[in-house]
C-alpha cells in the first residue's frame, strides 16, 4: 500500500502538543477541517498532520468529539507503521507478552484482559480471554472493520491457545455509524464456557451476560476480600455473576448472602457457587433492589459487606446524580454493618474521580457517624493498565474501611 494515498486531517496551529505527549485523542475542535461521513468515511486509518505539515501520527477517523483515535507515532525517522496485519500482530504479542509477564495465563488462570483500548496502545479495542475463547468488543467504527484481522491475529498468536473469538459489539459502537453489528463467532464456535480465575471456576456467558461476559476487572479485590473473609457473614451487594462471594466461600466465610436486581445475575451467581461449592449451604442468594435490601436488614447482619454498583455515572453530565448515588449507598452500608465490620466499597465510573468518590463515602461516613479508617485503597488490576499519556483511562477505584 501506497501510505501517500492514506487521507489526511489537519491540526489547527498549537494543538500538537498532546499528540506530542502520545495521547491517543484527537479532538474534532483540534482540526482545521472536521471532515463529513461524505467527504471522509468513518472507521479510515488517517494520517494526522500539524499545520505546517509534519506528521504527527496515524489513527482511525470517526465522527463524534473524538474525531481520531491514534494508532501509530512516528519513530525516529518520523515514519509510522501501515495498519495493517503485521500492525495488530505486533500490538496484539506485546499485549500477551504483558499478561505472561503478570502470570495471568496459566492452567489455573485462564481468564484476563488481553487488550485494554488505549491502555494497550490500541484505542477503541478490547479483548477478554476465557479459556481457549477470546471476546472482542469494538468502540470505534475503526475497530469494527478491524475485527476479521484481529480475530485472525488472535488465534495466530504464540502461546495463548486462542481457537474462537466471539464478536461482541452491537451495543458498544455507535448508533449513528449504521453499522449494524452482529454479536456471533469470526472464527470457531461455542465449545463451553468454564474459566478458571485463581483455581475458582467459572460460567462465563459472553453471549448473554453484560459486557463480555465477566468482569475480570476485579480478580485482584476479589483475592484481597477471600483474605477478610475467614469466619465471616458476607454480603455480595450487586454480585452479578457471585465473584466476591466465590472468592468468600473459599476464603472460609461463616455465610455468604449474594444480592443483585436481576435474576439471570442471581441464576448466574447460583451456576457458579454450584460449580466450586456444590452442596455448601453457607450460600444464599436474593434478586432484589439493593437499597430496599439494606433498608430491610437488621444493624449487624453481617461484618464483611461488597457494594459494586453498575457506573452511577456513564457520562460527566450525571456526575452530580452519581456522587449522590454514591453517598445514598454507601451510607446505608456504613450504617448496616457490624461493628468491627468491613465494606469493600467500589466505583467504577469513569467520570467519577478517585477524590471525587472518596468524598462521597467521607460524606456517607459522616452521615451514619461512626468512627471509619480507610484500610486499602483500590484500583483495576495490571491486566487494566493505564496508558501514562492518558489518565482518562483510570477508571475504577475503591475503598476497604473499617467500620467500629
Ligand atoms: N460485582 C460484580 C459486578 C457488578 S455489575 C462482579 O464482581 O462481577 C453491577 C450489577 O448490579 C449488575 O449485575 C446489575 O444487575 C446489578 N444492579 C444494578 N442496579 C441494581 C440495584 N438497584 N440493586 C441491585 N442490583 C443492581
Not at 496485519?85 to 484476563?112: K, Q
Request: with cysteine; hydrophobic share 40%; charged share 25%.
Amino acid at each position: 500500500m501506497n501510505t501517500d494515498k492514506i487521507p489526511t486531517v489537519t491540526l489547527r496551529k498549537g494543538k500538537e502538543e498532546s499528540l506530542k505527549r502520545f495521547h491517543p485523542w484527537v479532538f474534532s475542535g483540534a482540526l482545521t477541517h472536521m471532515p463529513s461521513a461524505e467527504e471522509l468515511e468513518e472507521g479510515t486509518v488517517v494520517k494526522v498532520l500539524s499545520h505546517d505539515g509534519r506528521l504527527m501520527g496515524t489513527g482511525h477517523f470517526q465522527i463524534g468529539s473524538i474525531a481520531v483515535r491514534m494508532l501509530a507515532f512516528p519513530d525516529k525517522d518520523g515514519k509510522c507503521p501501515q495498519i495493517d496485519a503485521s500492525y495488530f500482530r505486533t500490538r496484539l504479542a506485546e499485549a500477551y507478552n504483558l499478561r505472561r509477564t503478570l502470570g495471568l495465563s496459566r492452567p489455573d488462570n485462564n481468564a484476563y484482559r488481553l487488550v485494554h483500548g488505549e491502555g494497550d496502545f490500541l484505542p477503541g479495542l478490547v479483548v477478554d480471554v476465557y479459556d481457549d475463547t477470546a471476546v472482542i468488543q469494538a468502540h470505534s467504527v475503526g475497530m469494527h472493520y478491524a475485527r476479521d484481522i484481529v480475530a485472525e491475529e488472535l488465534t495466530r498468536l504464540p502461546d495463548a491457545g486462542i481457537s474462537n473469538v466471539y464478536y461482541k459489539s452491537e451495543t458498544t459502537l455507535p448508533f449513528k455509524a449504521s453499522l449494524d453489528p452482529h454479536n456471533q463467532y469470526i472464527i470457531g464456535s461455542y465449545k463451553g464456557n468454564v474459566a478458571v480465575e485463581n483455581g475458582l471456576k467459572f460460567n462465563i456467558d459472553w453471549l448473554r451476560g453484560q459486557k463480555t461476559g465477566f468482569f475480570v476487572d476485579q480478580r485482584d479485590n476479589r483475592s484481597l476480600l477471600e483474605k477478610y473473609a475467614y469466619g465471616r457473614k458476607v454480603l455480595n451487594m450487586f454480585c452479578y455473576t457471585g465473584g466476591f462471594s466465590v472468592y468468600a466461600m473459599r476464603g472460609g466465610a461463616l455465610s455468604v448472602d449474594s444480592v443483585d436486581s436481576s435474576a439471570k445475575a442471581i441464576a448466574l451467581t447460583e451456576a457458579n457457587i454450584n460449580l466450586n461449592f456444590p452442596d455448601d449451604t453457607r450460600h444464599r442468594s436474593y434478586a432484589e433492589d439493593a437499597f430496599k435490601y439494606l433498608e430491610r436488614i437488621e444493624k449487624g447482619a453481617y461484618d464483611l459487606m461488597v457494594l459494586d454498583p453498575p457506573a452511577f455515572a456513564k457520562h460527566r453530565s450525571a456526575l452530580d446524580n452519581a456522587l449522590r448515588g454514591y453517598k445514598r449507598l454507601n451510607a446505608k452500608g456504613i450504617e448496616k454493618i457490624a461493628h468491627g465490620g468491613i465494606l469493600f466499597t467500589f466505583s467504577c465510573s469513569q467520570a467519577v474521580t478517585k477524590e471525587q468518590f472518596r468524598l462521597a463515602v467521607f460524606s456517607a461516613a459522616a452521615m451514619t457517624g461512626r468512627k471509619v479508617r480507610i484500610l486499602h485503597q483500590l484500583h483495576q488490576p495490571a491486566d487494566h493498565p493505564v496508558n501514562i499519556y492518558h489518565p482518562e483511562g483510570e477508571y475504577l477505584k475503591g475503598l476497604i474501611l473499617y467500620v467500629e
